[in-house]
Structures are given as C-alpha cells and as structure tokens.
C-alpha cells in the first residue's frame, strides 16, 4: 500500500511541475504559428505569464488581413488535463456587426480530457447569453441562445428550435 502511495504522490507532482514550469509564453508562440497558417493573426498583444495561467492584454484579431475584432483580455489557463480560455470585453469592428454582436461581454471555451471530441462554450454580451460545443470529430458548432434579448440582426442566421434560437455550422 505505501509503494501505491509513494507512486501517486510522484504522479502528482510531477504534474504539478509539468503544470507551472511548462514555457508557456513559447507554447503561445506556437498557438499563433499555427494560426497564422489559418490565416488568423493575433497583433499588439501585451503578454503576462502566471503560474498555471498566460494573459494577453488588448491583442487585436484579424482573419485573412481584415480586423475582426478588438479584445479587452485574453486568459489562457491549463492544467494538462483541463484548459480554459477565456475573452472579456470583445468589440467587434463596424463591418461585422451585421452578423455579429458588437459587444461581447464575456466568452468562456472548455476542454477537457475526459472528453476529448468537444470543446464547449459559453458567451454573454448584449445578445443575451449563450451556450454551445464545437464537435471535434463531427466538426459541427452549435450555439443555443439561453437567454435572447436583441437578436434582431442575428435572426436571419438563427434557427427556432423547441428550447428556442440556435445557430448551428459545419467546417
């Protein structure tokens, strides 16, 4: 029994120290790599490494060389087995905001390990609320508004359903 102790015990800690001692700044560095490859660019981001956590203040996000959006701040926080980002105060440009909210207060993106074929979201803005999974496998999004109060622009893109407005997309 105290050798499973001992081994546990290691287990842990070496995923502690996998935890706060991973470069997180150079794994941000490959994030954006990757998705200048997609053509989305994150610009005039001030960076601040924590312990378990990376925040990037006032980036400015752009796809295909046109500004989407400018964002407050940005929270990557990782614990191997669990990741959260997290974006407050995102002001879409003048041009989207057609299609799109002008105003996003919060926006919360999951994912975990235990279930590694969904990423799951959650958003508030002047929308109202919302709450959706981005199926890995399936490549699906799909956006269920909780709580709609002006979605007069978004309701051409919406669909009723029986518990209300949804948006759903394939990639």
Request: hydrophobic share 45%; charged share 25%; proline share 3%.
């Amino acid at each position: 029994m105290q050798v499973v102790k001992k081994a546990l015990l290691y287990f842990l800690v070496i995923l502690f120290s996998l935890a706060v001692f991973a470069p997180k700044r150079e794994l941000y560095y490959l994030l954006e790599a990757y998705l200048m490859r997609q053509d989305i660019i994150i610009d005039n981001e001030e960076i601040e490494s924590g312990l378990f956590a990376l925040k990037l203040h006032h980036p400015v996000l752009y796809i295909k060389g046109i500004k989407v959006a400018d964002i407050e701040e940005v929270s990557l926080f990782t614990l191997l087995f669990y990741t959260t980002i997290s974006a407050k105060e995102i002001k879409t440009d003048a041009s989207f905001r057609r299609w799109v909210p002008g105003q996003i207060d919060t926006v919360l993106l999951r994912y975990q390990v235990l279930n590694p074929l969904n990423i799951t979201l959650q958003a508030k803005g002047s929308f109202g609320a919302a709450n959706g999974y981005f199926s890995i496998d399936k490549r699906v999004l799909h956006i269920d508004l909780t709580e709609a109060k002006s979605i007069d622009m978004l309701k051409p893109l919406l669909k009723k359903g029986e518990e209300g407005w949804y948006y759903e997309t394939s990639f």
